[in-house]
């Protein structure tokens, strides 16, 4: 009897209490992320001659990309240069010096479209490539992209400075 006391006393009280649950929905949005920045501003390409034939010196841009939709696998052209308007007299020129990878490494990565110098003219022109990714993290960028811009003379130039607009941009696929 000593041990049936307590055995009903404990059936006995789970009767005494209830409990009472709520189911509430969640929801969590991550926002889409195309972001393209510069934090530098308007540089010079100097020439020490007026030839044709001539090149300026260079200048190193390096833009911090982040990424969360763009399409899956390779995308060419992920990256693209133009200018605004024409040079007189010149020709410029860029090409990707490196990308550095700031996320996890099963993220998306980019590489130059072509090797070396590319001519930059007034309509889009590949500049660099997105490297598929793994898993999840394939829709994903996020690193800094540093390009070299130059100019040659196309032919003798007269004295003066020239200012133009180059607009480069990151496509998604999408």
């Known amino acids: 009897m000593r041990f049936r006391i307590p055995l009903l006393l404990f059936l006995f009280g789970i009767g005494l209490f209830s409990t009472s649950a709520w189911a509430v929905i969640l929801n969590l949005n991550v926002p889409p992320i195309l ?3 510069y934090d530098g501003g308007p540089f010079t390409l100097p020439f020490s001659s007026f030839l044709e034939g001539s090149r300026s010196g260079t200048h190193a841009v390096t833009y911090r990309i982040r990424a969360n939709q763009m399409n899956f696998g390779m995308l060419p052209a992920a990256i693209s240069v133009r200018l605004g308007e024409a040079f007189d007299h010149v020709r410029l020129e860029a090409y990707v010096q490196a990308y550095q990878n700031l996320g996890p490494s099963n993220f998306a990565t980019l590489r130059e479209s072509r090797s070396g110098f590319q001519t930059i003219e007034t309509v889009d022109k590949p500049l660099a490539d997105k490297q598929a990714g793994q898993g999840e993290g394939d829709p994903c ?34």
């Open 35 to 37: 972001s393209f920045e």
């Open 141 to 174: 960028l996020d690193g800094h992209l540093t390009v070299i811009y130059g100019a040659i003379l196309k032919d003798d130039a007269p004295a003066g400075t020239q200012t133009r607009s180059v607009i480069v941009t990151l496509h998604d696929g999408n």
